[in-house]
């Protein structure tokens, strides 16, 4: 799941560009949670589908805990960026690095981190919990 999140971190940062530099780097994280949000409305407004939308509510959940790893190396930048090289061998690329020293909260990196993980955790959990209960009343539907 993590190369197809990295596809929309990606073209969030290329998509927000025009709303200025600090919107371009929020951009990629964002992009990546709106696009599974995006679809789960999709699902549940047009298609009237809410199984499909509670496996778009899974991805969020899944997307939210694959920021957690960056948002916690904010400080440290060792992490392995795609241009091959971390944060700290390229000053300015690293996105949470920005982010958090434009908010001064850098040294809270780890627990945004953990919160973030955790919150993606719970959603995970949700949306699991709401897929077998459509999957549930389908089945009784169906026996009935």
């Known amino acids: 799941m993590h190369n197809i999140n990295l ?7 290329v998509f927000f560009k025009p709303f200025g530099r600090f919107m371009m780097i ?35 959940g899944q997307s939210l805990m694959d920021l957690a790893p960056y948002i916690d190396d904010a ?6 960026l795609l241009g091959g090289k971390t944060g700290a061998d390229s000053p300015g690329s690293h996105d949470w690095n920005n982010i958090l020293i434009e908010f001064d909260v850098l040294e809270k990196c780890h627990a945004y981190a953990k ?10 959990l949700l949306a699991f919990a709401w897929g077998i ?3 549930l009343k389908q ?3 169906i026996k009935s």
């Open 7 to 13: 596809v929309f971190h990606e073209a969030g940062h």
């Open 115 to 124: 919160l973030t993980d955790m919150a993606g955790t719970l959603v995970m």
């Open 139 to 141: 089945y009784r539907q």
């Open 133 to 135: 209960i459509i999957l």
């Open 75 to 80: 400080m440290d930048q060792q992490l392995m």
């Open 26 to 60: 929020l951009g990629g994280s964002l992009m990546q949670l709106l696009v599974p949000i995006v679809l789960m409305l999709g699902f549940i407004l047009k298609n009237h589908d809410n199984f499909s939308a509670s496996i778009c509510l899974w991805w969020l």
